[in-house]
């Protein structure tokens, strides 16, 4: 099975699905190898990868908490932070950062889920990039239904600087992660991962983690390179990324993704 993040890794600076990405998976599709997104996108970004790839896959959506059938448009699991814990997380968010804003990231049964408003931040919240399904509401409703992330905003900060004064507080309580230096963290239920949302598709497919050949570019794909049987990390990925990787393809931008999927399937 091959398994890839998809901003910085399988998508180029552009947000495109290159010609040559679309023919090396299109490759290894057609000889009957299970392709699967592992991304931090929730399910409603995923259109834009489908449409480019010109093939719906399953996904590992939300950082590994959702499981989201792409072609039926279906999410099959989810795995959700409760209202007590994201009041809890929010209080010590805010004492540990001063000046952070809240979100939260939740999911319906479907991508397009319209029942479900599907991301609130408060009034503090500045986006670290263009999301205009958001809808901005006031602090405590943020917090008031389960989640599948809690996203904690401080604008001007480093997200490893957040993630250093954070995880010591947190514990146990919720996984801490981020796929972005600009100051974004986000919190899933414990022991939740793009590495555990995998080992569900992969039981799911009958297919041994040795067998897996995982790609990404950030702390929240460390998980996912570690546990898969080929680990690699794009020329352009964060040193941690790198340090949990067997291999460094080239760039996102330099099709890196099907530079390595063409020793096998083109």
């Given at each position: 099975m091959v398994a890839t993040d998809v901003d910085g890794t399988l998508i180029d600076r552009e947000e495109r699905v290159t010609a040559r990405t679309k023919a090396a998976v299109g490759a290894l599709?057609?000889?009957?190898?299970?392709?699967?997104?592992?991304?931090?996108?929730?399910?409603?970004?995923?259109?834009?990868?489908?449409?480019?790839?010109?093939?719906?896959?399953?996904?590992?959506?939300?950082?590994?908490?959702?499981?989201?059938?792409?072609?039926?448009?279906?999410v099959l699991t989810s795995m959700t932070l409760d209202v007590p814990t994201l009041a809890w997380?929010?209080?010590?968010?805010?004492?540990?950062?001063?000046?952070?804003?809240?979100?939260?990231?939740?999911?319906?049964?479907?991508?397009h889920d319209a029942v479900t408003p599907q991301f609130v931040s408060s009034p503090q919240y500045e986006h670290a990039w263009l999301n205009p399904d958001d809808t901005s509401v006031a602090r405590e409703e943020?917090?008031?239904?389960?989640?599948?992330?809690?996203?904690?905003?401080?604008p001007g900060a480093r997200s490893s600087d957040m993630r250093t004064v954070?995880?010591?507080?947190?514990?146990?309580?919720?996984?801490?992660?981020?796929?972005?230096?600009?100051?974004?963290?986000?919190?899933?239920?414990?022991?939740?991962?793009?590495?555990?949302g995998l080992a569900v598709v992969a039981q799911r497919l009958?297919?041994?983690?040795?067998?897996?050949?995982a790609f990404g570019d950030m702390p929240n794909d460390v998980p996912m390179l570690t546990m898969a049987g080929?680990?690699?990390?794009?020329?352009?990925?964060?040193?941690?990324?790198i340090a949990a990787a067997d291999e460094v393809a080239e760039s996102n931008s330099d099709d890196g993704v099907a530079r390595i999927l063409e020793r096998w399937w083109v």
């Open positions: 599709i057609a000889d009957g190898v299970p392709f699967v997104l592992a991304t931090g996108r929730p399910p409603r970004w995923i259109d834009p990868v489908v449409q480019g790839l010109g093939y719906a896959p399953l996904c590992v959506c939300g950082n590994g908490a959702v499981i989201y059938d792409s072609a039926a448009d279906r997380l929010a209080d010590v968010a805010e004492r540990a950062l001063p000046g952070c804003g809240l979100a939260a990231e939740r999911v319906g049964e479907s991508a943020v917090i008031d239904a389960p989640a599948i992330k809690m996203l904690i905003r401080l954070l995880a010591p507080l947190i514990g146990e309580r919720a996984d801490i992660t981020y796929s972005t230096e600009h100051g974004l963290i986000e919190l899933s239920a414990p022991g939740i991962t793009k590495a555990a009958g297919v041994d983690a040795s067998t897996i050949v080929h680990g690699v990390a794009m020329r352009n990925a964060h040193p941690e990324a």
